[in-house]
């Protein structure tokens, strides 16, 4: 009976055991608690100090902030170097954003062969930069005062005294008003035809923009007349094929005429011989 009552513990002593295992356990998860609130609360303030000291320092930037250096990119020759005429007085000078926004407006306005113009300042750096890309027409065609204005892939009409072109522009003699920007159905027709240089190898394009009609001159004295500026895109392409079958078989076409191209014919009349 005594060595039974040896090994076995008794129900003072257990709830001894237990008592000092649910303090050490609590006391262990109160610190790590205790940490965890510390590092969150240091690491908030420290967030809220960068956080303010970054908004002062861009906000004193802004306020005063000066042109140390002045870049031109996008566009070379002649034209980085207006740009940067335009720019030059600015250095070493206060330039806020109002600055930067009637700088590029300017530029705009001056420069209509210019796209994608930008003005931005380097907060940090001080640097001044005017970003711009020339336009690439598409096409040109002549005022009746002879003055040239061009047309670029996004429709835009605009005028270029240095195009600075490597290839030659197709030809369009418009009649009627001429709006800032012409339809994408026109601009669909001369890309088309670009691809198809060699068999839409046109002399000139003709376009009304009063009753928004077209027509095209080969050089053969052939008239592919699309009639209105709708689906000049699939109006070229069908030109393109009829024309080559004509050439194998009847010589050169005096007109192509497109006007009932909705019902699906195309009327051809021969050249007389």
Not at 8 to 18: E, T, V
Not at 130 to 156: C, M, N, Q, W
Not at 202 to 215: I, R
Not at 238 to 258: C, M, N, P, S, V
């Amino acid at each position: 009976m005594r060595k039974n009552d040896f090994y076995r513990p008794s129900s003072s002593s257990l709830g001894k055991k237990k008592r000092v295992v649910r303090r050490r356990g609590s006391s262990f998860f109160f610190k790590l608690f205790l940490v965890a609130v510390l590092v969150g609360v240091v690491g908030f303030g420290g967030w809220l100090a960068l956080s303010k000291g970054y908004r002062l320092l861009v906000n004193s930037q802004l306020t005063d902030w000066h042109a140390k250096t002045i870049e031109i990119s996008g566009v070379e020759g002649l034209l980085n170097k207006e740009l940067a005429s335009l720019a030059k007085p600015y250095e070493g000078k206060a330039f806020s954003v109002k600055d930067a926004s009637a700088l590029r407006a300017g530029i705009i306005k001056r420069y209509p062969m210019l796209k994608d113009v930008s003005v931005s300042r380097g907060l940090l750096s001080g640097k001044l930069t005017v970003a711009a890309a020339h336009r690439e027409p598409i096409a040109k065609f002549v005022l009746p005062d002879g003055s040239v204005r061009y047309i670029d892939g996004d429709s835009t009409v605009y005028a270029d005294p240095h195009p600075g072109l490597l290839t030659p522009v197709p030809f369009v003699e418009l009649s009627g008003p001429v709006p800032e920007k012409l339809s994408p159905e026109f601009i669909d027709l001369v890309e088309s035809t670009l691809k198809l240089n060699k068999e839409l190898d046109f002399a000139f394009l003709q376009m009304d923009l009063k009753e928004n009609t077209v027509k095209m001159h080969m050089p053969d004295g052939c008239v592919i007349d699309f009639g209105p500026a709708v689906q000049l895109k699939k109006k070229a392409a069908l030109a393109a094929q009829i024309l080559a079958f004509a050439h194998e078989r009847y010589g050169t076409l005096e007109k192509l005429d497109f006007h009932f191209f909705n019902q699906g014919k195309v009327f051809l009349t021969q050249t007389s011989h």
